[in-house]
């Protein structure tokens, strides 16, 4: 068992952190968990939950976010002084998802301007897994700029950018999708969406095939 950071910032995509909370807990991880401002606000508005504008009420708003039994922390923004903040707080992992391209530019050139990303700090100098669920389309060459330099400290990029291979039936088996990306990249062993197994290749048609002699002549 271990215990993952997870930041939530003022990218769209909050049902992600929603999903990926459940999941690792589920899978008997714990979980501290912290928000920015600007993600305070997105909360708000896709999920209706309100967290405060500084994240003070944020283990009331996703109390049911959690499995049964759970350990999940949560923790003020500004609260610098929180474990998370020090490299001496042994963690798995820091995910920042959904992760905004300002929290991303951020990180990029090591301000910290709160515990989200102090955090995602801390795990780079540490050398522990930072995974990054980038959410912004089109990308300028900011953006990339910004992720290319954080992926070459070791950083993993993740858009949260589901496929569609497995034919989802909902918008909750596309963010199954993404969340179990998340947690195949950490190495947590889990359930969550659908695994590919490939395809049943049609048989050739009799007479059809390399030797046969019965291809298209060539004008």
Same mark, same amino acid.
């Given at each position: 068992?271990?215990?993952? /950071? ?25 979980? &501290? ?7 305070? !606000?997105?909360? +708000?508005? @896709?999920?209706?939950? @309100? ?6 009420? =944020? ?7 959690? #499995? ?6 949560? /923790? ?31 990180? *990029?050139?090591? /301000?910290?301007?709160? =515990? ?8 780079? !100098? ?17 953006? =990339? ?6 992926? +070459?400290?070791? #950083?993993?990029? =993740?858009?949260? *950018?589901?496929? /569609? ?7 909750? &088996? ?6 179990? !990306? ?12 659908? +695994?590919? !197994? ?19 002549? #060539?004008?």
């Amino acid at each position: 068992m271990s215990r993952y /950071f997870v930041g939530l910032t003022g990218a769209s995509g909050h049902a992600y952190a929603a999903r990926l909370v459940a999941a690792l807990t589920a899978a008997g991880q714990d979980v &501290d968990l912290s928000i920015t401002a600007a993600g305070a !606000k997105v909360l +708000r508005h @896709e999920l209706q939950l @309100e967290a405060g504008a500084d994240g003070a009420r =944020l283990a009331e708003a996703v109390r049911e976010w959690a #499995a049964p039994g759970a350990m999940l922390r949560t /923790f003020r923004a500004d609260a610098v002084e929180a474990p998370p903040s020090s490299g001496t707080a042994l963690t798995g992992g820091v995910i920042l998802c959904p992760c905004s391209m300002g929290t991303l530019a951020r990180v *990029s050139v090591g /301000f910290s301007s709160n =515990l989200v990303e102090r955090a995602a700090d801390v795990a780079l !100098k540490e050398h522990r897994p930072l995974v990054l669920v980038v959410r912004e389309s089109p990308l300028s060459e900011i953006h =990339l700029e910004n992720m290319l330099r954080l992926a +070459r400290l070791g #950083a993993r990029i =993740l858009p949260a *950018s589901p496929g /569609f291979y497995h034919a989802p039936r909902s918008v909750n &088996d596309l963010v199954d999708h993404v969340v179990g !990306k998340v947690l195949d990249t950490l190495g947590v062993e889990h359930a969550v969406g659908a +695994r590919w !197994k490939g395809t049943a290749e049609p048989p050739p048609e009799p007479g059809i095939g390399p030797g046969t002699g019965r291809g298209t002549a #060539a004008p």
